[in-house]
């Protein structure tokens, strides 16, 4: 007797209605497709049927095979997208809940430094940069710092595995890298971190600074004076007296150290400026012929300015801080006053 394919269809069906689980209908498909299964028992019984009737027999078994494997296909697609439509909704964020945590908000030293370089910007320099690693050559030798100079001395360096490299110890070896690739006239400023061993509560062996050059035709010392007297009153937002100090540095010829009239006190004297009444804000002068010359720039042609700051030195002086190591150690407490 030929099987119903109808029958064991329906009956198929009228099972599957009441599997709610992935278990269930695992269990169900061996009962039909399994080794002892329904479908497997239809095949076997063949050996019972006369042999004029097995080809229509056999051709109705692989028919009922095909139709009972696509409909169970069906249902565990079924149930995958269901599982998966369920571990979404687990994972539901709701965008609309209120923010309940503090917004950030820029560290002092970013704040002060982009203060730095946009009122610089505002006359004209363009920012540049340089690495952090730095050739030993640009850091010192072409500004006119050679080896076993004593001047090394004054920025106690950090060496590095590397033969011919430094951690910079100042940013005026971008002074270098630009006059090397841009010719006169000139007008930059160059923001970083430099390294020195130098560790007490107003120096840290990581600091960042500001340098700036200007070279051109006809720049002379009351360009520089002018620039650095105009930017001090703008960053300090007030009109200060400033007094140029002679000084020395290899790479500037005259050199001089800039001081302000102390902000603490307004020039009285007080423990910030050890009762000197001025407080020594940056170092500053006229590039050395030599490094013009070491960069290829014509020094009978051409003449420049540079000048060097620290830039947790001026945020100290403007924020009234006493302590440098505050800028680094991210207590928020410390930080959160400094909102813009
Ligand atoms: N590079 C100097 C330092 O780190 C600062 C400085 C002084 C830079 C005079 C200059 C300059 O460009 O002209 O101590």
């Excluded at 600091?207 to 007297?229: M, N, T, W």
Aim: one cysteine or more.
């Amino acid at each position: 007797m030929l099987p119903n394919k109808d029958d064991i269809l329906r009956e198929l069906n009228q099972e599957l209605a009441s599997v709610s689980s992935l278990q269930d209908l695992e269990k169900l498909k061996a009962r039909y497709l399994g080794k002892t299964g329904i479908v497997k028992e239809l095949s076997k019984a063949i050996k019972d049927i006369p042999p004029e009737e097995r080809k229509s027999y056999g051709s109705l078994v692989n028919e009922i095979k095909d139709a009972v494997e696509e409909i169970f296909k069906e249902k565990f697609s079924y149930f995958k997208s269901l599982e998966e439509s369920k571990k979404l909704s687990k994972d539901f964020i709701d965008p609309t809940l209120p923010i309940t945590s503090q917004l950030g908000s820029l560290h002092p030293i970013s704040l002060t430094l982009e203060r730095i370089l946009s009122i610089l910007k505002s006359m004209g320099f363009l920012e540049q940069e340089g690495p952090e690693l730095e050739k030993e050559e640009y850091n010192f030798d072409m500004l006119n710092i050679p080896k076993y100079h004593p001047a090394r001395d004054m920025q106690d360096t950090f060496y590095v595995n590397k033969e011919g490299y430094v951690l910079r110890t100042h940013t005026s070896p971008i002074q270098i890298r630009t006059m090397l690739s841009n010719k006169p006239p000139i007008y930059i400023t160059a923001p970083g971190k430099v390294y020195r061993k130098d560790d007490d509560p107003t120096h840290s062996p990581m600091f960042f600074q500001v340098e700036g050059l200007a070279v051109d035709k006809h720049i002379s010392l009351r360009h520089l004076k002018y620039v650095l007297d105009t930017f001090l009153n703008i960053f300090f937002g007030k009109s200060l007296k400033t007094r140029y100090r002679s000084s020395y540095f290899p790479f500037t010829e005259p050199s001089f150290e800039v001081d302000i009239e102390c902000v603490m006190c307004g020039g009285a004297g007080c423990r910030v400026c050890k009762q000197s009444g001025w407080l020594e804000v940056m170092g500053c002068g006229m590039v050395h012929p030599n490094v013009l010359k070491n960069c290829d720039i014509d020094p009978s042609l051409y003449t420049g300015f540079a000048f060097g700051m620290g830039v947790e030195r001026l945020a100290m002086l403007y924020y009234g801080i006493s302590n440098i190591k505050l800028f680094y150690e991210n207590d928020i407490r410390f930080l959160a006053q400094f909102e813009e």
